[in-house]
């Protein structure tokens, strides 16, 4: 067994699948999980839910696990899932689906090794599976059962010796022999200079924003060292932010919070504040993390926090939009007062910011053209009142930027077409995350979910997700990512 790039995998240890058959499983699971945690490696927990219409339902008229509390983990575990590395929903047998798949590769796991129930269904469809896929299965026989009862466990493990070999059917005692080998191995002597691993600091936060400020301050606050890379100037997005009404502490502009903030993490001691930097490549493997910066020096931590936030979104990647292929306007967040004053702004989109800049300059004489597809008709609900908005509902807008004027070709959604003139074009269409090259796993809109990266790579602020776009939760998110790399190194080198 590969024991440092394998996985445990806990099968459906759920109160619907717990019974007199299956109810001694319970202990065992649980110490197995307890060693395997205390090793610092990662554990995943899988539930499955039988949804209505499922074949279940269909081919056996089988009706139960679809809810709480039968779909609950077991009382003994519940803490342990709570901590694990990712619980995964299923609907069916097998633990790979499409989700699981893209964290194990994410994740570099070779070995996948299997307990729970059932023994002759869930774990070894999971097995066969991890089996065809490359991966190297084990199955621990007597962390396992059936809540069908005994002679259908051992029935499990006969077809298990049949699909993945005799050898890969192992009992917990072996495990825990490839555990104490691993830590052995793996937990440096402090007083050992031949054995100690050294990197430039103790985490690396990328990105000085919110979530990266509080970040680098949290980890100072448990002792950490940080280093905190920032291409441009701390918290630069935050000062264009005219008017804050969800956040704490009384301030109530973005250059307010932005220069306390700032002026917290000068006055930081243990952090170190790399401006003027891009991070062009981020690698994490067994023991640390490698961040290249764009004067092609690396920086070494056990940990990473990546926060570097969205930017906006340009005309050439809206569907709706035609414009010059370099053709880049700013975001209507960042017009300073005296830029609009008198003018007519064409504001391509009717996302939020549009709401925002009217409430941050409730006096300006400024007139906007808003043009924006049907999937923003929800967010000018908040506008369509105001007397200097103009809402323009179209399928589609063609730009052409001519000198100082600019004008557009609208198609409406009744097919009509119009011709706009505006003094100046500003973007609202949406953002899109900003991600250096590496070791990152990305859902389809460019976002990294946390829960998906490899576990030294952690996820802060905007970058987690579309929904979570808040400086109140980007703070928050910070926080607690230099939290989670302090109790794992901790974790790893065997202290309380």
């Not at 067994?1 to 109810?23: C, E, T």
């Not at 307890?34 to 074949?55: E, K």
């Not at 070999?165 to 052995?184: F, P």
């Not at 776009?469 to 989670?484: N, Y």
């Amino acid at each position: 067994m590969d024991i440092g790039h394998a996985a445990l995998v806990v099968i459906d240890m759920q109160n619907g699948f717990v019974n007199r058959h299956s109810r001694h499983a319970v202990a065992a699971v649980t110490d197995l999980v307890t060693r395997w945690s205390a090793s610092g490696l990662p554990v995943v927990f899988t539930r499955y839910f039988n949804h209505p219409g499922s074949p279940y339902e269909q081919f056996f008229g089988w009706h139960r696990l679809q809810g709480p509390p039968e779909t609950d983990i077991v009382a003994e575990l519940t803490d342990h899932a709570a901590d694990a590395y990712r619980v995964l929903d299923k609907p069916g047998y097998t633990f790979l689906t499409a989700e699981a798949a893209a964290l194990v590769r994410a994740a570099g796991w070779t070995d996948l090794v299997f307990c729970g129930v059932a023994t002759e269904s869930c774990v070894l469809k999971s097995a066969a599976d991890a089996f065809e896929q490359g991966y190297t299965p084990w199955i621990i026989t007597d962390a396992c059962a059936s809540d069908a009862g005994p002679a259908v466990h051992d029935a499990g493990l006969l077809v298990a010796r049949r699909l993945v070999g005799e050898g890969q059917l192992i009992t917990a005692d072996l495990v825990t022999r490839h555990l104490d080998a691993h830590d052995r191995a793996t937990v440096p002597d402090r007083n050992d200079p031949s054995r100690r691993t050294d990197t430039d600091t103790d985490l690396i936060v990328i990105g000085g924003g919110p979530a990266g400020c509080a970040a680098a301050r949290m980890a100072a606050s448990v002792g950490m060292r940080s280093v905190l890379v920032e291409q441009d100037t701390l918290c630069h997005t935050l000062r264009r932010i005219r008017v804050l009404a969800n956040v704490l502490g009384g301030h109530t502009s973005g250059p307010d919070l932005a220069d306390a903030l700032t002026t917290d993490l000068r006055n930081t001691d243990l952090c170190r504040i790399e401006l003027g930097c891009r991070v062009t490549e981020i690698r994490a493997g067994d023991d640390h993390v490698t961040v290249t910066l764009d004067t092609g020096s690396p920086l070494t931590a056990p940990y990473a926090i990546l926060a570097t936030g969205v930017g906006p979104l340009q005309p050439r990647e809206a569907p709706w939009i035609t414009a010059p292929p370099d053709l880049a306007p700013p975001p209507l967040w960042q017009v300073e007062p005296g830029e609009t004053e008198g003018r007519t702004l064409l504001v391509l989109g009717g996302d939020r910011p549009v709401g925002t800049f009217l409430r941050a300059h409730p006096t300006t004489a400024t007139r906007l053209l808003v043009a924006y597809p049907q999937d923003d008709d929800y967010k000018v609900e908040e506008i369509q009142q105001d007397p200097r908005v103009t809402l323009l509902p179209v399928d589609h807008l063609t730009l052409h930027p001519r000198g100082a004027a600019h004008t557009a070709e609208t198609v409406g959604r009744d097919g009509t077409r119009k011709t706009l003139t505006a003094d100046a074009v500003f973007l609202s269409i949406g953002s899109a995350p900003t991600t250096p090259p590496g070791d990152l796993v990305r859902d389809t809109a460019g976002y990294c979910p946390p829960s998906h990266q490899h576990p030294r790579v952690l996820i802060a602020g905007d970058l987690r997700s579309a929904r979570y776009q808040r400086i109140m939760t980007a703070m928050g998110s910070g926080g607690e990512a230099a939290l989670h790399a302090y109790y794992a190194a901790r974790e790893m080198l065997g202290t309380d």
